[in-house]
Every structure is written in structure tokens, then in C-alpha cells.
């Protein structure tokens, strides 16, 4: 069946490093993909998202680009700011019942 | 707007116990879902209901029942309770369900879930 595989964390930065999270995954045809951020004792929020191949979603610094060929969706962002300390899933919609299939997580700890 | 609204945030039970944890929306959205997030585990799909007076069953079911009160509220019940479904709980909701690419889910801050 469907399934989103991402690295495992935690990763600990130091403020204004570079940040990639992997995330690839198993699907029939080209499924929507997203990905969503937990901070600390809060819900989900979705971050960005990509439908198609070749598109690039961003939001606040944070950018993926949905890569059909490497079937992969990984997570970027430039320079990472303390308050990027969250927990970061990658998703798709898919299934028998067309719903969001979650990765495991990935827990980001920025340092000053 | 509340968004998606949650009780309650936190809940201790003993093995056997029931109890009814209340999601409500205040965006008029067709599809509402229930999850569990476990250490490591991610988030898994205990049930949804695509539309007012349809509920289905998600990834794991089991243990647990849903009602779809109406549009806006989508409870689900622990009949009786055991230590596996010590969980944090949320509920999400969304415009549409199914592989639509506007299917963005909105979620709900949690309830945290001890069973003795």
C-alpha cells in the first residue's frame, strides 16, 4: 500500500544552518504531498504542499519540490531560526480511501 | 473562528473505563477525522466521516466507535478503555475528503490520553 518513509530524527542545528529533511514514498500514480509541522504541545498545521510533479511548495523559508523520478518530497530551508524547533511530517493523500498517509515525524531542536 | 476545537486536553483513565472525547469545527467543513499519535508511530487514521451521516473505518479501528453528531461535531468513544489506546488523540477536518489535491486538513490542539 501507500507509505511516506523520513529520516529519523532527531536532528539538532545550530541557528542559521542549513536544514534538509528527507522524505520519499511508495504510491500508484502521483498523489498530492505535504508536508506538516507539530510545535510543542499543539496540533498540526499544515506548511506546504505540492500536487503535481515538478511543483515546488514554499512557506516561511521552508520549500520541497515534489520529484516524481526520485519519488521523494524532501524538506528545505536555508537558514533555521530557534523557533523552527518542531516536530515535521511529510504526507501524501492516498490509499483505498484517498486519505493523508503520514511519515513517522522528524523532531527539529535549533540551537542559538 | 475557533477552527477545530478539542475536550477535553487532558484525561486520565483506569483499564475498563469509558469515556467520549468531543471534536467540534466551526468551518463548515464536510469531512472530519480522528487520529492517534504514538512515539514514533506518526499520526494513524482511526476513523473519519466524509460527509454529515457517513463514518468509516481507518487504519486502527479497533477498540474504538465514532459518531457524527452533525456538521460541525464528530465524537469518538472508548467503551472500554485499555492501556494500548494510552495516546494523544486529535481531531482534523477538512472541505472534501479523498484525493483531491484541496484536501488540507485542519487540526485540532489534542487531548492526551492515560489509561491505568
Redesign the interface.
Known sequence: GDSVTQMEGPVTLSEEAFLTINCTYTATGY??L?WYVQYP??????LL?A??ADDKGSNKGFEATYRKETTSFHLEKGSVQVSDSAVY?CAL??GS????I????TKLSVKP | NAGVTQTPKFQVLKTGQSMTLQCAQDMNHNSMYWYRQDPGMGLRLIYYSASEGTTDKGEVPNGYNVSRLNKREFSLRLESAAPSQTSVYFCASSVISGGSSYNEQFFGPGTRLTVL
Open positions: 498523489p498530492s505535504f504541545g499543539e496540533g498540526l498545521q499544515l504542499k500536487t503535481k511530517f493523500i492516498g480511501q484517498g486519505n493523508l503520514f511519515g513517522k515525524g
